[in-house]
């Protein structure tokens, strides 16, 4: 049979892990009738408060679970410098999940963090599908547990809050810039698997040409260089292309390097960007122009809204969007 744990007292009495806590440790600290459902429902269900519950009360053992996806990402290991300097502050113990591409595998990661008991969610994966949304506000809703989703929104829905920038009008506005620099065979490199942030910048990248009456031209490819460098070498070959908007910096790299073996000239011949600003963009000959994406702030930011909501403090903004700016370097003009 399978233990009994707080989170299900605080579904079944439909109160938070805090005040779960309190109602054992300090009954004083809580209203006489949420008390006497709290404790009627640990009767019910047979629940036997371990050390964990007890520290709730005092806010001495908060544990965040991270869940991350591949940390040899730059922009992955900026975002958590973010939540560690955070959550430093606070003192609150991190616990670090990196997810795989398997859904199934990331489904049985989650019931892991259920079963540590931590305190809240930090979910950095851009990548969401519906069923991995809905995983997580079930998460949310019956087991009490607070989720902040961070550089990634779920359009359609905002009961998961989040901390992103705004990525359509990223894409938007960086397209409009090279219009401007009289690039028609602009295209925008993004990635075979569905990312829920790429898709916004492609939204972004298709609305500023559409505009211009322009036709989209969206190339998919690999994150692995070994496979997108070939696949760049095709583009060359039949492809006019005059400027390449790339969802990260260092496909933007990987591209340019082709573009260069090729007889490109950069940027005379064709302008380069990339969308986050990590250290790829400034180790890159010439230096990568890009969309400067506030990763560190991002994952300091969705630490203390996660704070927020573990302290069962009202939070009227659930859809966070700090500001993006553009930095010039050599691959434009």
Do not use: W
Request: with cysteine; glycine share 4%.
């Amino acid at each position: 049979m399978r233990k009994v744990t707080i989170y299900d007292v605080a579904a079944a009495a439909d109160v938070s892990l805090a005040t779960v806590s309190r109602a054992v440790n300090n009954p004083e600290k809580v209203r006489p009738e949420t008390r006497e459902r709290v404790l009627r429902v640990i009767e019910e269900l047979g629940y036997k408060p371990n050390a964990f519950a007890r520290g709730l009360a005092s806010r001495k053992s908060t544990t965040v679970a991270v869940l991350a996806p591949d940390m040899s990402r730059a922009s992955i290991a900026e975002m958590m410098n973010g939540i560690a300097d955070i959550a430093r502050v606070y003192k609150y113990a991190i616990l670090l999940y990196v997810l795989d591409n398997d859904e199934s595998r990331e489904e049985e990661t989650l019931r892991e963090i259920i079963a540590a008991q931590v305190d809240g969610i930090l979910y950095l994966n851009d990548e969401i599908t519906e069923q991995q949304y809905a995983f997580l506000l079930k998460i949310k809703n019956e087991y009490r547990i607070p989720i902040v989703l961070a550089n990634t929104l779920y359009p359609e829905n905002d009961e998961i809050p989040s901390v992103s920038i705004d990525y359509e009008k990223a894409g938007y506005e960086i397209t409009k810039r090279l219009l401007e620099e009289k690039r028609k065979d602009l295209y925008m490199v993004s990635t075979v698997r569905k990312y829920m942030v790429n898709d916004l910048k492609e939204a972004g990248y298709v609305r500023a040409m559409e505009e211009a009456s322009h036709t989209p031209r969206i190339m998919r490819t690999s994150g692995r260089i070994a496979i997108n460098v070939e696949h760049f070498n095709e583009y060359f070959t039949d492809k006019p292309v005059d400027a390449v908007i790339a969802v990260r910096d260092s496909i933007a790299v990987s591209f340019m390097n082709v573009a260069r073996q090729n007889g490109a000239r950069i940027p005379e011949d064709m302008s380069v960007v990339g969308f986050q600003n990590t250290k790829y963009a400034l180790l890159a000959r010439p230096q990568l122009s890009c969309v400067d994406v506030p990763i560190y702030d991002i994952g300091a930011v969705a630490m203390r809204l996660l704070t927020k909501l573990m302290n069962e403090e009202s939070v009227e903004e659930r859809r966070v969007l700090l500001k993006h700016s553009f930095i010039t370097r050599k691959t434009t003009l």
